[in-house]
């Protein structure tokens, strides 16, 4: 029997509630669930594929070429359970299916409205591709009381009708501030917030309450006896040194304990928790640092690379090292000397990125690192300015660049109109739509043997996840082979480059597609943990 569990925000947005999620569903695999997330987000985008990174962070990608939310990331990172495309809805997405079924005439006539149409639309996905799945935590965006998200709350409010109280539960994170002047803890904002859910029927099971310190008992038993929970339903969600003791200290507050108890269940199996205790040991007890600079566009904007980020921190656990990282902004290297910032950090990242503004900065940060023998991990974008670098400067290719920006002289990279996905044909035209035109996804890349890129996998064929549309022209492949840059990773056709790298440097890797999309911190990926190794190498010489 599949339970679900509703998590909804109140008060302000920005609380942590993708982050509660996911250490949730980490509680619950830990004592042998097996959990599922997924994320309804109440804005009218179809995906967060055509949002600035500024706006809304990351756009997070699925194995199966979904554009998503960046919280999908934390769900997969905490649970290790790939994310697909049925985790992931918006309004945007859910209009546009119920405008095409009226126009094809689906509605025999009905007057086509927000309940039930929308309503049973919204239901339909949370109920779907759940088989198999003893919970399936769906978060909803927003904050209680947004006029957007009424449908979502109403559908899931239906929900508790449709499938009884058995086999949901609603779980509603809030704000406990602590106001010095009064020397107090207001309960007063989590009190509005609930009585709004329930103004729309909605009682919260269990609520969470985010607080900068430890809730009193007494105060404790006000929010329960105002909200109507049980005294132990109300937990504290205390401030964290790092995100990954989120599950522990849950579960010392016995959140895991009590949403279980919300279902009837009194007799689960207790969590193993000796994962999640080992990598807050790591991260809290590192035996050295290093210094990564990331030149990148969003660097204002740390939620643009949160994936990028995790991936790094998880690169340090790998390495019992801490990580420090310097976010530098690619476009102050348009004026500037980039070596004065960049010859004494131990690693230099050039991370994905879209348009021309930086990319001269990032062009000249990975000459930097070719020619000083600072380890340098070129990132899609990252990769092409590294491949343009080298072909400009090694290769003596004059005027070398992407047909991404104008006046491209010498297109090294290029936009590919077509390609290969298994045994099916994808096609792209110039100045198509911006929304879902990207190779998007999964897709296997073979390792060439003897190359750095086979070691640090250790395996002859790969998965990674992409979203570019430009790629790397195999016609210079010959040229820049020559030149010292081995083409390390191909498509299984040979046609789409997926990694280069320079044999003669300590380290030296671009990639095509995003691999801190699939690191976790029970498992770093294999390039994050190499590239941090040599930039420990690297701490050692300078
Ligand atoms: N703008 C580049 C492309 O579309 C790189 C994209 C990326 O870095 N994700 O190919």
Redesign the pocket.
């Known amino acids: 029997m599949t339970r679900f569990i509703f998590v909804t925000g109140g008060v302000v947005s920005s609380l942590g509630k993708g982050l509660a999620s996911a250490a949730l569903g980490a509680l619950l695999q830990a004592r042998g669930y097996k959990v599922r997330l997924r994320k309804l987000d109440p804005y009218l985008n179809v995906d967060p594929g055509t949002m600035s990174p500024y706006q809304h962070g990351e756009v997070y990608v699925t194995d199966d070429g979904a554009e998503t939310d960046l919280d999908l990331g934390h769900y997969e990172r905490f649970t290790g359970v790939p994310a697909r495309q049925s985790d992931s809805v918006t309004t945007g997405r859910i209009y546009g299916d119920i405008i095409g079924k009226e126009r094809r005439g689906d509605y025999l006539g009905a007057t086509v409205q927000v309940i039930p149409h929308v309503t049973d639309a919204i239901k339909k996905f949370v109920l779907a591709d759940t088989d198999g799945h003893d919970f399936v935590l769906c978060e909803i965006g927003g904050t209680v009381g947004d006029i957007e998200g009424q449908p979502f709350l109403e559908a899931i409010r239906q929900l508790r009708n449709d499938l009884g109280a058995a086999r949901t539960a609603y779980v509603h994170l809030t704000l406990v501030p602590y106001i010095p002047s009064a020397g107090e803890l207001k309960t007063k904002p989590t009190q509005h917030s609930v009585k709004e859910l329930r103004s729309i029927g909605i009682q919260p099971d269990v609520l969470l309450c985010r607080c900068d310190r430890e809730i009193p008992e007494s105060e404790k038993r006000k929010i329960a006896l105002f909200c109507n929970v049980r005294n132990e339903n109300v937990i504290t969600a205390l401030d964290v040194g790092t995100i990954y003791e989120v599950p522990l200290r849950y579960h010392e507050q016995g959140f895991d304990e009590v949403v279980l108890r919300a279902f009837g269940i009194d007799n689960a199996p207790a969590p193993d928790l000796s994962v999640w205790q080992n990598i807050v040991r790591h991260v809290k007890e590192p035996e050295g640092e290093v210094t990564i600079a990331v030149v990148g566009k969003y660097t204002g904007m740390k939620d643009a690379y949160k994936s990028l980020n995790e991936a790094l921190v998880h690169g340090g656990i790998a390495n019992n090292v801490k990580l420090n990282v310097e976010w530098v902004d690619a476009e102050i290297f348009e004026a500037e000397d980039p070596v004065q910032k960049l010859h004494d950090v131990h690693g230099i990242l050039v ?5 021309e503004r930086g990319t001269e900065g990032k062009i000249a940060a990975a000459r930097v690192a070719r020619e000083r023998n600072i380890p340098y991990f070129g ?4 990769m ?1 300015m590294a491949v343009i670098e080298a072909a400009r400067h090694l290769a003596g290719i004059d005027g070398a660049g ?1 047909s ?1 920006f104008p006046n491209c002289k010498v297109p090294v ?1 290029g936009m590919m109109t077509e390609w290969l996905r298994g045994n099916e044909l994808e096609k792209r035209r110039q100045g198509g739509d911006l929304g879902g035109t ?1 190779r998007l996804g999964e897709y296997p890349c073979d390792l060439m043997p003897r190359t750095r890129a086979r070691a640090v996998y250790g395996a002859e064929r790969i998965m990674e996840r992409h ?5 790397i022209n195999t016609q210079f492949q010959p040229q820049l082979e020559k030149a010292g840059l081995v083409f390390s990773g191909m498509s299984p056709d040979r046609t789409l480059p997926e990694i280069v790298e320079i044999p003669e440097h300590p380290w030296f890797v671009g990639v095509q597609f ?1 691999p801190e999309l699939k690191s976790k911190p029970f498992e770093p990926h294999p390039l994050f943990a190499s590239f941090v190794e040599a930039a420990v190498k690297q701490s050692r010489l300078v």
């Open positions: 991370p994905g990125g879209f348009g990132i899609c974008l990252g092409q992407s991404e990279v990207m979203r570019h549309r430009y790629e995003h």
